[in-house]
């Protein structure tokens, strides 16, 4: 494997011996400041990092909290010394990811990272306060009981909050997948409304290198918006009409740059049984992801899965440096307004729904709803690359406009 391979590994772009952008560092030191401020006083205080995908927000995560157990372990003068301090992720690929970093970071103990019910559970147990908790990707927080998942409350945030002297949270509306942990940034402000409250929101996109009309093109499209095709540059963004060469692309770059795999909508049958399911897009047949919780790697950067089919679940919160993604059934076109339209109907992650229709005062919003969820999940998926981005339509007529104004 070449080196250039060698530094795609996910654990890396996260690890804090990255050199912070100025942004970044300004606000670690600010954040950083608040939690000494903060340490001795009994009142709830309380930073959100605010950030669409790609601003840098876990790596922020990463050097803060290393700065802080830093502090906690080894500087006697600072007010964090000797506290117990935690980061949470409610994604098992990201935790996978963290535990990892901890293992080659001398001041980071894999037990400091952890899932928001495991640390729920064990501050109640324990009748404990954790004096410091981080939480990336709180937008993936539960909002209401989850059984399967072991948590018996009402809102993991509000049981983060009460277990905790000072809570740093990521918040990214966009990025909320599903009715169980359903946020909106009023939501947020009203669980936190008690509490001191700052907040920094980072604005540089890093992960998608493309220039700003590409990066307009995508925004448009998760807002149901088709647009002029951009113009050519370094950053490989194509319209696709065959589904097998766009995996034959991506196979290339998987040789010659490493993190490149597939991904699509949530629009083709999936169960957690233990079987393999697969998804037909045009004149390609391919295996989605297998279920493998207990790996050490995270999915993108297993061997195997080049020969797998990504989801949003898979890949939220990690970087790919191209991405082949394939807009399932659910995603059609309107010829008479020229947009994308959403049809919840043929969206097979149904069990993302679960809980809307407590939110909707009509059928109306529970479609918006809806759909709000299905535009948040492409939105995710279309900004995972780095650098190349390739789209197939199943939808013949949405592939046949897309594919007109790519020709222009």
Excluded at 127 to 141: K, P, Q, R, S, Y
Excluded at 180 to 200: C, M, N
Excluded at 341 to 353: G, H, K, V
Excluded at 354 to 367: H, T
Aim: positive net charge; charged residues 25%; contains cysteine.
């Amino acid at each position: 494997m070449s080196t250039k391979i060698e530094h795609n590994e996910a654990v890396k772009r996260i690890a804090p011996i990255h050199t912070l952008t100025q942004e970044q560092q300004a606000l670690v030191t600010q954040i950083l400041y608040f939690c000494e401020q903060s340490a001795s006083t009994a009142e709830k205080r309380i930073f959100i990092i605010e950030g669409t995908a790609g601003t840098g927000k876990s790596l922020v995560m990463s050097s803060l909290f290393t700065q802080i157990q830093e502090r906690a372990k080894h500087l006697q003068d600072s007010q964090l010394f000797g506290t117990e301090n935690y980061l949470l992720v409610n994604h098992p690929e990201m935790l996978k990811l963290y535990k990892n970093m901890a293992a080659n970071t001398a001041v980071l103990l894999q037990k400091n990272f952890t899932r928001p019910t495991t640390f729920i559970n064990q501050m109640r147990k324990k009748e404990h306060l954790a004096d410091i908790t981080l939480v990336d990707e709180a937008h993936l927080l539960l909002t209401k009981k989850d059984r399967y998942n072991h948590f018996e409350q009402d809102n993991q945030l509000e049981e983060i909050i009460k277990a905790s002297r000072i809570v740093i949270l990521v918040f990214d509306p966009k990025q909320v997948l599903k009715g169980k942990s359903y946020w909106t940034p009023e939501k947020l402000a009203q669980l936190t409304g008690q509490a001191t409250v700052k907040t920094f929101k980072l604005t540089t996109q890093f992960r998608v290198q493309a220039a700003a009309d590409v990066q307009g093109w995508l925004a448009a499209f998760v807002q149901r918006r088709i647009m002029v095709m951009p113009h050519k540059q370094r950053f490989d963004f194509r319209i696709m009409d065959d589904a097998r060469k766009m995996y034959q692309l991506i196979q290339k770059h998987e040789r010659t740059e490493g993190l490149s795999r597939l991904l699509a909508t949530y629009d083709y049958p999936y169960r957690l049984d233990g079987k393999d399911y697969f998804i037909t897009a045009g004149n390609l047949k391919i295996r989605w992801d297998r279920s493998k919780p207990n790996t050490k790697l995270p999915w993108a950067e297993r061997r195997e899965t080049l020969a797998e089919v990504g989801s949003v679940y898979t890949i939220q919160g990690f970087d790919l440096n191209y991405a082949g993604i394939i807009l399932g059934p659910s995603v059609r076109y309107n010829q008479s307004k020229d947009c994308i339209a959403l049809d919840p109907a043929r969206y097979e992650d149904q069990a993302a729904f679960n809980g809307l229709k407590q939110l909707a005062a009509s059928s109306e919003q529970l479609r918006q709803l809806k759909e709000q969820l299905m535009l948040n999940a492409l939105n995710v998926l279309l900004t995972r690359a780095r650098k190349g981005l390739y789209l197939f339509a199943a939808d013949e007529k949405l592939r046949a406009r897309l594919l007109e104004l790519s020709h222009a």
